[in-house]
């Protein structure tokens, strides 16, 4: 290995900067200094030292971004503040009206500032920066958790590795949220190449940009056209960023791609003229959009305006008006989702909506059907809901023929056969069957997930293998497999299938918790199984629960409460928890790592600098019992307060909540 000089060290250094100001001018600027050929020669000769000594590699070598190792699986990527998704309006009536309840939650009889820009058609995720180091980033997921894509991230060109000294010394933390898209013109060109080389094109380009964000092989991300556009970060309590629009300016000016057309609006007349302006623009634009998002520019505002469960209230995504089409409906047929629930499906004569080619559409439920009067061979009005989703509108009645034949809703499951019903306040019918075969490939997969059995291994294509060789009935059979009937699935070879093996075996021991979501009843998510063991303590008591006692938990309503006594009254289910029983799967009591702490029922917010990062601080507290909210309303126990504390401090002294620093919670425990 050659030895490492000073003038070689230098060089190096330069070649760093300079492939990433180049980088920076042709993906994000769009100005070009240099030539292609010039650009590869200065990027041929970085690899060339880094050959030589590899010592020199970091993370923000531009190197780094041609793809890592493949993975397994993607690991969970927890979100330090939740990723909220956004309610929607798609008229200016719905709009005036969030207008006033802004200005009414900001007791304001001024015009509210805005901040809008286009809705972006891709993948939300976040990055995070550690002293201005770009060390990790993931999708969204469910707002809490996402999946941990950091080196298919690391691929995208425009997405900066390192940023600048000012920054790194400001905001030694700094999570920046965007959009991953591809290009309309970039998705095109993809197609193009796909269909050459006897590939399948891609559906469009939502898709093809999520597709190639969530590849176990890096190099394949780093082959795609994707671009990242920032539209904001998750803390908003920096006083030198003090809204929505400087927070922008400051992203712009640290290399992030900002879609030009954000900007600021006043008072909703102001906001609607944007929203016209850009639904005019749609079409001629390069990238997807399906709306438009308006935030209150002010983090002040925000902040006294709060969140409704997992929606702010100081943001909305207005829609555009999806685009019609008439077809004819030529058979109706009835499908079974992973939970259960029966939909009817609209087979429809083929018809162009918004450039995609649409043959079936949803009708939702029986009461949609009842409301339609809809029949075969009727002529009728679809589009496609926020672009994605086609659904069927209205029904051309003048249209219909004489010989339309009525539709019936089906009385027991169109897979497995068995009684299907309807819960009180529940617009969908369900299969409650855990062994009906529409529901068992997901079944299987919710069962094996991180949050259920937690199966390392057992993917969406081995609980797709499986079923096609007839080995499960249910997800107890899971732990029944052999050897020689994993030997039999592609790609399977001794040790793989040995690996899995030992895998099944570990996840009998499971928590009551992870026990309960790995059934997938119907509103019983993690936080609900959680829950449902820390007030029963051992599965036979859940398992023998009436109605009336489940009704009796805070927290768990009617509706809820109904699905779980009906999951586990019916005879396929029964017999799924008897054969987990006979394969080993421990039923043991539990033990709630937080009922009957000193801060049980109380609701915390935690703001300003500890001495400890807030997430200590947050497990501290739901470990006695107590519940973290992300802002302060009536609702709000406590709020912890450090230094620097913002707007939630404020906010807590007007509505007279008390403030505690860190030795009153001590003192409380």
Request: glycine share 8%; with cysteine; hydrophobic share 35%.
């Amino acid at each position: 290995m050659p030895i490492l000089d000073k003038a070689t060290q230098d060089e190096y250094a330069h070649l760093k900067k300079e492939i990433e100001r180049h980088s920076h001018l042709y993906y994000v600027s769009d100005k070009p200094e240099i030539s292609d050929t010039k650009f590869d020669k200065l990027f041929d000769r970085l690899l060339a030292i880094e050959k030589d000594h590899p010592d020199l590699i970091t993370s923000d070598s531009p190197s780094q971004r041609v793809g890592a190792t493949p993975s397994k699986k993607f690991a969970p990527f927890r979100h330090r503040a939740a990723m909220l998704s956004l309610q929607k309006v798609t008229t200016i009536q719905e709009f005036i009206e969030f207008d006033r309840r802004v200005r009414e939650g900001l007791e304001s009889k001024t015009e509210i500032e805005y901040f809008t820009e286009p809705k972006l058609d891709g993948l939300a995720v976040e990055l995070i920066y550690e002293d201005g180091l770009f060390v990790a980033g993931g999708t969204r997921g469910d707002g809490t958790s996402g999946e941990d894509i950091t080196p298919n991230l690391r691929t995208i060109k425009n997405i900066p590795l390192r940023l600048s000294e000012e920054t790194s010394t400001r905001f030694p933390l700094l999570e920046v949220r965007g959009e991953v898209i591809m290009r309309k013109s970039a998705f095109e060109k993809l197609n193009r190449k796909q269909t050459e080389a006897g590939l399948p094109p891609l559906a469009n380009p939502r898709n093809g940009a999520a597709g190639s964000l969530r590849q176990l092989d890096p190099k394949i991300t780093a082959s795609r056209p994707l671009a990242f556009y920032a539209y904001g970060i998750s803390e908003t309590e920096y006083e030198d960023l003090p809204s929505q629009r400087e927070t922008m300016q400051f992203l712009l000016k640290e290399r992030f791609l900002v879609n030009e057309s954000a900007a600021t609006a006043t008072g909703t007349d102001e906001v609607r003229l944007r929203f016209e302006v850009l639904e005019k623009l749609r079409t001629s634009l390069d990238f997807e959009i399906d709306g438009m998002v308006v935030k209150v520019d002010r983090f002040r505002s925000q902040e006294i305006l709060g969140q409704v469960s997992h929606a702010p209230r100081w943001a909305v995504a207005w829609k555009f008006t999806a685009e019609l089409a008439e077809t004819t409906l030529i058979g109706l047929e009835f499908s079974v989702g992973r939970t259960g629930a029966i939909t009817p499906v609209a087979l429809l004569k083929p018809v162009r909506v918004s450039g995609v080619t649409v043959s079936n559409a949803s009708l939702h439920n029986e009461d949609e059907l009842t409301r339609l009067d809809i029949r075969i061979g009727d002529t009728v009005v679809i589009r496609r809901a926020g672009d994605v989703i086609p659904e069927v509108m209205e029904v051309i009645v003048d249209k219909r023929p004489d010989r339309a034949k009525r539709v019936k809703y089906p009385e027991v499951c169109p897979s497995c056969r068995e009684a299907i019903s309807r819960t009180e306040g529940e617009a969908a019918y369900r299969c409650f069957n855990a062994a009906c075969p529409a529901q068992l490939e997901g079944k299987l997969y919710h069962f094996a997930s991180q949050g259920g059995f937690d199966i390392e291994g057992f993917g969406d294509k081995i609980a797709q293998q499986i079923i096609a060789r007839e080995l499960v009935q249910d997800p107890s059979d899971i732990f029944c497999l052999t050897k020689d009937q994993l030997l039999t699935m592609d790609l399977m070879a001794d040790k793989r299938a040995q690996n899995l093996l030992d895998a099944i075996d570990r996840a009998k021991k499971v928590e009551l918790p992870k026990l309960i979501y790995s059934f997938g009843i119907i509103g019983v998510g993690e936080s609900v199984a959680k829950l449902l063991a820390d007030n029963f303590g051992d599965f036979d008591t859940l398992y023998s629960a009436s109605l009336h006692t489940l009704e009796e938990i805070q927290g768990i309503g009617p509706t809820i409460a109904a699905n779980i006594v009906q999951f586990f009254s019916l005879a396929g289910n029964k017999r799924m928890i008897e054969n987990l029983k006979k394969s080993g799967v421990t039923f043991s009591p539990y033990k709630s790592k937080s009922s009957g702490g000193k801060l049980e029922g109380k609701t915390f917010v935690i703001t300003g600098t500890l001495s400890q990062p807030r997430n200590h601080f947050k497990k501290l507290i739901e470990n006695n019992g107590g519940h973290v909210a992300g802002s302060v309303s009536k609702a709000t126990s406590f709020l912890l307060a450090g230094s620097d504390a913002g707007s939630k401090l404020d906010n807590a002294k007007k509505l007279g909540i008390p403030i505690l620093d860190e030795d009153s919670l001590n003192s409380l425990l």
